[in-house]
Every structure is written in structure tokens, then in C-alpha cells.
């Protein structure tokens, strides 16, 4: 969308976050995942923003750190940086509804425990780790290639050891050539130049790995949803005792997206998030700027 705009909080640190806003109602924030920039997720703002039949929003889409108008990770970089950026972005809009992806779902939900201010959150297929669920294992190699400037080595590092039971199986000489073809050029400079802002985000995923009690602490009503590939395996687990966790959690499962839709066919799942917010979203005061 070319209608958004652009603006710039000053996290507890002190690094400028900025974040993308769009659309007049009560306000949401939106948090991209570990390969993603605010822009990824503009479509699915606008249909939060501009929904013809379930009510209209301000949505906020943050800029993480390491990408476009935000400052860097830093020496410091952690979930508790991402929290306080999360924090100063609902202080500035007034934002007490979430919606995170990817590793941005772990963010969001991470931003809600003890935190009363938030009346929903919402998570397609949030970076939660439960018992190694989300694989690490192959972080140690690619800050090494990242080191040896053989960024789309790293890449293809990621991509084996995030999904060990698919593209992991697959030679690495193979994947190289299906990834060239298959991801478009643009995607992939964003793919790379993102991925050591990608390490160390998965560092703390493999950190809070374990901490599932921790989400007993989100008082808001949270909806975890997921797609297609995620009713087996060890994520599937994870995400089915995370939702059992969260005292009042519902879930969603979508059987023909999958984990990109919300960068890429955000429709269905904005309809839901919608319905979900407008259920659960108390009356607030709208704080202009």
C-alpha cells in the first residue's frame, strides 16, 4: 500500500524503532518474523485497516530492529529489546491489540506476558520452541560462513537446519539450485542481508526454549493459529501444548496456507483475526500522532 506512514519511537535503549501505520479505528500492532520487513506485511494491514464488514483499524506495522528507519540489534540485542520496542510503540498509539508472525509471534506473545495492556494477541505459527522443536543446531555454522562472506551458504544452512524433516533431506548442491530458481532475486538479497539479524533472533528462540509456563502469564485473549504441515510432527506439539498454556487461548488452523500466507495470501487469515479482535477488544481512548 502507498498510503501508509512512516514514524519513529525511541525504544528504552535509546534505538529509534520505526514502525508503518495505516487506516483509522482502534489500534493494532503488527510484528513481522525473522526474514521479514514491515513492508512484507502491508497487504495484511490494509485488510485489517480498510475491512469493509468487520470494524476498521489503525495498524501499526513495526519495523524491526535491523531493518529499514529502526537502528540496529546491538551489543544487547534479546526478546526483552524487542519487548521494550514493542512497548514503546504501544505507548505512542495506544495499541491494545497484537498480531505477531513467525518469530514475531514469539515477540508478541513474549510483549504479553504480565502485561495488562494488551486485550488480544494473535500468532500464525509463532517461533515457540518446546522441547527443540525449532531446531538451532545449525546456528554455529552460518555465523561462520556469514563471517566468511559466503552469505547464501548461510541461507542454505538455515533453510536445511530449520526444517530437518523436508528441506533438510535434500543435498546441499541440490538446494542450491532449486532456491535460485525458486525464491525470486529481490526476495533473496532481503533473504540474505537479513540473515544475521536471523541468527541471533534464533538464538533467542533457542534461549526461551523450555519457558512454556512463562505464557501462563498472558491475560489477554490470545488466538494461536497455524497452516497446512502443522497438524504433525514436533511444532505441531508445541503450538498444540503452547494454546493449552495460555489461559484463554482458541485456536485456528488454516489447511491450505502455508507458514508465509500472512506476507503472501493474507486474506483468510485477516478475516479471522478480525473476528477475533472484534470479539475480544474492549473500548479505548484513540491517541492521535
Known sequence: ????AAHVVTSADGTPIEYLSVGRGPDVIVVPGALAVASDLTAFAGLLALHTVHTMHTVHVVQRRGRGGSGSQGDRYGIARECEDIEAVRARTGARLIFGH?????VALRAACGNPAFDAVAVYEPGVSVGASIPVDWID?????ISEGADFEAFITFVRGINPEQTGRLPRRLLRIILRYAIPRAEMRQNLALMPQAISEHVE???F???LADYREIAAATLVMRGKGRDTGRQAVALSRLAETIPRSETATFRTLDHFAPEKKPGEIADVVLRF???HARPCVQIEG
Do not use: H, N, T
Request: no cysteine.
Open 102 to 106: 513467525s518469530f514475531g509471534g514469539l
Open 1 to 4: 500500500m502507498s498510503d501508509l
Open 277 to 279: 479482535f472484534a470479539a
Open 205 to 207: 528462540v533457542g534461549r
Open 209 to 211: 526454549d523450555g519457558r
Open 141 to 145: 555454522r552460518a555465523r561462520r560462513e
